[in-house]
């Protein structure tokens, strides 16, 4: 059975710095583009970053380039996100998906999130 | 940069078919999925590469995509399928969301 589960998440102090991680099972987690997702409470689904299967390429939205950092260790099968400068709109539940192969970049499977409370 | 838009809501009673659209520029030379998030949990794939269904949903939701506008219908509509439902679609290596739709079965 596939599971993302997410963890890491809390409260944090405008300007300070978080890591998420992503624990990945029941699939080869090597093989897959991973992606964040994040949501804030009452609001619709924001795209925040994506990694490909080997780490080598990463690309993100416009709103977090340059202070999140998306990586992954595929011996651990866990996907991180680095987020540092944090700001009061970051805060929102973040969820960790699994872009599927052979689907057109849709993202089949999806961790139940974490939450990021961004806030002094 | 690219935007999808979708209606805020969506009202349909049971047995009867709802049809939520999403609009974006050329979207139909795009691959388009849909989510349905119900209150609480993670969103679930329903259709991707406009039309197709992941095992597991039922056939009465359904996708089409062309020109401007995807759709997803969804025939004989139950209580259950009442959710927000979030288009989904791939510009120059970024996904972009629409601002999803809340269905609501009445």
């Known amino acids: 059975e596939v599971q993302l589960v997410e963890s890491g998440g809390g409260l944090v102090q405008p300007g300070g710095s978080l890591r998420l991680s992503c624990a990945a099972s029941?699939?080869?987690?090597?093989?897959?583009?991973m992606h964040w997702v994040r949501q804030a409470r009452g609001k619709g689904l924001i795209w925040v970053s994506r990694?490909?299967?080997?780490?080598?390429?990463?690309t993100y939205a416009d709103s977090v380039r340059g202070r999140f950092t998306v990586s992954r260790d595929n011996a651990k099968n866990t996907l991180y996100l680095q987020m540092n400068s944090l700001r009061a709109e970051d805060t929102a539940v973040y969820f960790c998906?699994?872009?599927?192969?052979?689907?057109?970049?849709?993202?089949?499977?999806w961790g139940q999130g974490t939450l990021v409370t961004v806030s002094s | 940069s690219y935007e999808l838009t979708q209606p805020p809501s969506v009202s349909v009673s049971p047995g009867q078919t709802a049809s939520i659209t999403c609009s974006g520029d050329?979207?139909?030379?795009?691959?388009a999925c849909w989510y349905q998030q119900k209150p609480g949990q993670s969103p679930v794939l329903v259709i991707y590469?406009?039309?197709k269904r992941p095992s597991g949903i039922p056939e009465r939701f359904s996708g089409s995509n062309s020109g401007n506008t995807a759709t997803l219908t969804i025939s004989g509509t139950q209580a259950m399928d009442e959710a927000d439902y979030y288009c989904?679609?791939?510009?120059?290596?970024?996904?972009?969301f629409g601002g999803g739709t809340k269905l609501t079965v009445l």
């Open positions: 998906a699994r872009e599927g192969m052979l689907l057109g970049n849709a993202a089949d499977y």
């Open positions: 590469q406009n039309a």
């Open positions: 029941g699939f080869t987690f090597s093989n897959y583009w």
């Open positions: 990694i490909n299967n080997d780490g080598s390429g990463t």
């Open positions: 050329k979207l139909g030379n795009k691959y």
């Open positions: 989904q679609a791939w510009d120059s290596s970024i996904v972009i």
